[in-house]
T-cell receptor, first 116, second 117 residues
Framework: AQKVTQAQTEISVVEKEDVTLDCVYETRDTTYYLFWYKQPPSGELVFLIRRNSFDEQNEISGRYSWNFQKSTSSFNFTITASQVVDSAVYFC?????????????FGPGTSLSVIP | DTAVSQTPKYLVTQMGNDKSIKCEQNLGHDTMYWYKQDSKKFLKIMFSYNNKELIINETVPNRFSPKSPDKAHLNLHINSLELGDSAVYFCASSLFASGIRSRVTQYFGPGTRLLVL
């Protein structure tokens, strides 16, 4: 069965520190997709990244980077030089492709507070 | 040029009432979803429609009925509202590439905050 675990419920860092948000997933499929979404205090859900299971290259986008490791079933998210605007709840999510429909399972979220 | 929009943004109502939440997307997507986010921020899918056909119905009470008049709209009607229905409801959409079974990103609306008193 699908499952996404985000063991860190809440994290607080001081501005300019680096922070890594952990995500561990479970799936029996060989083809699947992983996502990260950001939910700022205003409440909307903002798409950050999608990776498929065949592409283990790490990705960097500005201060954001993602480390995908199939061997450990992890898809961790690092924010470098954190800023107050990074304060949000971050969700990791998993979608399997072998089902006949498009179902995304979300992790419980990690609440990140960046203190000035 | 909003991609996925929901109305209303806030909904406060009494127990037992019937209410609807509307969702529209202008992305040309063929699949739309409803998610419920509870007070602990846990997000769970409720329904999914592909080309106006129901394809996911996750153990949701039958007081909840989605209606899709066309591919760009998926409305959520809730009968006999209960206190436990208080939550944020998110609509989302994606483009399901039929035959390829690829999963394209789901884009979310701003959410509707429902409070049942």
């Amino acid at each position: 069965a699908q499952k996404v675990t985000q063991a860190q419920t809440e994290i607080s860092v001081v501005e300019k520190e680096d922070v890594t948000l952990d995500c561990v997933y479970e799936t029996r499929d060989t083809t699947y997709y992983l996502f990260w979404y950001k939910q700022p205090p205003s409440g909307e859900l903002v798409f950050l990244i999608r990776r498929n299971s065949f592409d283990e290259q790490n990705e960097i986008s500005g201060r954001y980077s993602w480390n995908f490791q199939k061997s450990t079933s992890s898809f961790n998210f690092t924010i470098t030089a954190s800023q107050v605007v990074d304060s949000a709840v971050y969700f990791c999510a998993l979608s399997e492709s072998e089902t006949s429909y498009d179902k995304v399972i979300f992790g419980p979220g990690t609440s990140l507070s960046v203190i000035p | 040029d909003t991609a996925v929009s929901q109305t209303p943004k806030y909904l406060v109502t009494q127990m037992g009432n019937d209410k609807s939440i509307k969702c529209e997307q202008n992305l040309g997507h063929d699949t739309m979803y409803w998610y419920k986010q509870d007070s602990k921020k846990f997000l769970k899918i409720m329904f999914s429609y592909n080309n106006k056909e129901l394809i996911i119905n996750e153990t949701v009470p039958n007081r909840f009925s989605p209606k899709s008049p066309d591919k760009a709209h998926l409305n959520l009607h809730i009968n006999s509202l209960e206190l436990g229905d208080s939550a944020v409801y998110f609509c989302a959409s994606s483009l399901f590439a039929s035959g390829i079974r690829s999963r394209v990103t789901q884009y979310f609306g701003p959410g509707t905050r429902l409070l049942v008193l």
